[in-house]
């Protein structure tokens, strides 16, 4: 078996074009896994191999590598950085065990790389940090450091200094063994030399060093004390501290580096090996109950002895077939064996395994705990699923993913095209869970549901291209929603009389307004059997059923309680049936009554824009009814936070470029529903009922 000390399985995330990609590319190219480095810009790295990756130059989906490194083996995973598509960020973070957080050296700490970062620390993932583009304009490792602690509120731990700034920059010198590595300009990853450390910089290395010290030594008391007593530890000593502190997430030991020009990649996968943890070392995953959810108390050993664990993180569908990607928690997997989905029940047969390097496949017989691998051609099996031992059968802490806030309608452009549509349609859903689709049942349209117009952009450009599907788009739309205000009693008799068995059924309800976020809740407090027991399933159901279409523009309604309190029936003539009708019949006649409200996504949105046009992006988001909650100044411009409702949102980057000389970025992400203002709300009811008329 293999030794999983020896194991690292490690992601890549930052903010967009702080130079993931660019990274992983010379991973793979040091630990010799590729001979040639493809470069972004060109649209040719090896993990961005979808085509509309390679045109725009942005990592869409997670790929996964593996390649060695000092007799380590390291299973990479490069996620992208663009908001719209944080649930693979989300999900790879799930299953790895350590990260490299870049973060670009002129940029700095950017809107996405923070909302990744708060990811990272949910998900309790020890890190790295990796200050990239040391050699751009305006690049300042000091100035990015201090931005990890104040923005971030991290605890960055400098391991290494660099060597000169901008077009100088040549290398750096690592603290701990005060050597100098000095690149020379031929490009290549592999030719720098050892040096002693330039003499200007004898007085920082000095300092640093101390402070590394310091910090390191607080997580070993005895050690400590010793240094306390001028006695200085051995660089092992250290090291063992440093690599317990970032398992505990104390700090977050920092290097930089140009992963373009080649330099200092080589330092950071040395400390992945030291620093980052083993499959062992971390925190097992917790077991669920099937049924609640709740942790059970168990956990998922990491042990090939165990019996087999396992969670299926994400599903991709490319010329191969429909790949699993399956990281293993415990036991082991042979091609062959039979295992359980403990999600739908049903056992499937472990067909070709594979492990991935970019889109190269290398076939295997078998897998252990600590390894993430693919498995080729499996039936019902989704993102999120436990795949286990049919003889212990178990739940792993499933994944929560995000409520899609935009929609647009689709339609093929020629009746041939359809069925096609709905299979592309079909295996994308199963590929990316934060993308939706449903069939609008009054207009037979199709409409797609995502994250933000890139996420909904892109998907049209893979139906068009990977699936041949001609599509006409129509405009985006928001999810609203509905709700009420105030709380009314009512009652409602449904009867119905011709000829045989007749139905009836009465029921006295109070409608009010729920807590946010409640959703349905329905109570009954009948007394004396004025409404018989099992019939108050049906009413339930009844008004449940119609929580779908609200009264006002055929949105779902959200917070609502409704309680039982008394009511009617007839021996003969009451039936579930005529209570379930007269429970649709009292929702249709209550709701209006209970001061029926539309609701509207409101956005968190993350404005960057340079100073001088503070004003302007202030004054737009003002246009837009957005709420100011914060400013803050940086060095390279400024931050702006707001609550934006979403439908004033469409086409805000091309805007935001116009007044920002193209200099601004935004990111945004669902916050929560709020009330529409009056005008609004008349304009979207007015609307619906239109589309309703035609």
Known sequence: MADLSKY????????????????????????????????????????????????????????????????????????????DFTVEVYRSLKVLDGGVGVFCGSGGV???????????????????????????????????????????????????????????????????????????????????????????????????????????????????????????????????????????????????????????VQLVLDAVVDYLPSPTEVDPQPLTDKETGEPTGEVATVSAEEPLRALAFKIMDDRFGALTFIRIYSGVMNKGDTILNAATGKTERIGRMVEMQADERNELSTAQAGDIIAVVGMKNVQTGHTLCDPKHECTLEPMIFPEPVISIAVAPKDKGSTEKMGIAIGKMVAEDPSFQVE??????????????????????????????????????QVAYRETITKAVEDSYTHKKQSGGSGQFGKIDYRIKPGEPN????????????????????????????????????????????IELFDGGFHAVDSSAIAFEIAAKGAFRQSMPKAGAQLLEPIMNVDVFTPEDHVGDVIGDLNRRRGMIKDQQAGTTGVRIKADVPLSEMFGYIGHLRTITSGRGQFSMEFAHYAPCPQNVADEVIAKANEEKNK
């Open 439 to 476: 069939t609008d049942e009054d207009s037979g349209e199709t409409i797609l549901k995502g994250m933000g117009e890139l996420h909904l952009d892109i998907k049209v450009d893979i139906l068009k291209r990977t699936y041949g599907v001609e599509l006409t788009v129509g405009a985006p």
């Open 110 to 264: 950017e809107p996405q790389s923070e909302t990744n970062w708060r990811y990272a620390n949910e998900s309790e993932v020890s890190r790295l940090i990796f200050v990239n583009k040391l050699d751009r304009m305006g690049a300042d490792f000091y100035n990015v450091v201090d931005q990890v602690k104040n923005v971030l509120g991290a605890n960055p731990l400098v391991m290494v200094l660099p060597i000169g700034r901008e077009d100088d920059f040549v290398g750096v010198v690592d603290l701990l063994s005060r050597k100098a590595y000095v690149w020379d300009d031929s490009g290549l990853p592999e030719n720098y030399e050892i040096q002693d450390i330039p003499a200007d910089m004898v007085d920082d290395v000095e300092t640093y060093r101390e402070e590394l010290i310091e910090t390191a030594v607080e997580q070993d008391d005895d050690l400590m004390e010793a240094y306390m007593e001028g006695e200085e530890p051995s660089i092992e000593d250290i090291k063992r501290c440093i690599r317990k502190g970032t398992r505990d997430l104390a700090f977050f030991p920092t290097y930089c580096g140009s992963a373009f020009k080649n330099k200092g």
């Open 518 to 561: 409640s959703g349905f809740t329905f109570s009954s407090t009948v007394v004396g059997g004025n409404v018989p027991k099992e019939f108050w399933p049906a009413v339930e159901k009844g008004f449940a059923s119609m929580m779908d279409n609200g009264v006002l523009a055929g949105f779902p309604t959200l917070d609502v309680e």
């Open 8 to 83: 690292r399985n490690i992601g890549i995330f930052a903010h967009v074009d702080a130079g993931k990609t660019t990274t992983t590319e010379r991973i793979l190219k040091l630990t010799g896994q590729i001979h040639k480095t493809g470069e972004v810009h060109d649209g040719e790295s090896t993990t961005d191999f979808m085509d509309q990756e390679a045109e725009r130059g942005i990592t869409i989906q997670s790929a996964a590598v593996s390649c060695f490194w000092n007799d380590h083996r390291l299973n990479v995973i490069d996620t992208p950085g663009h908001v």
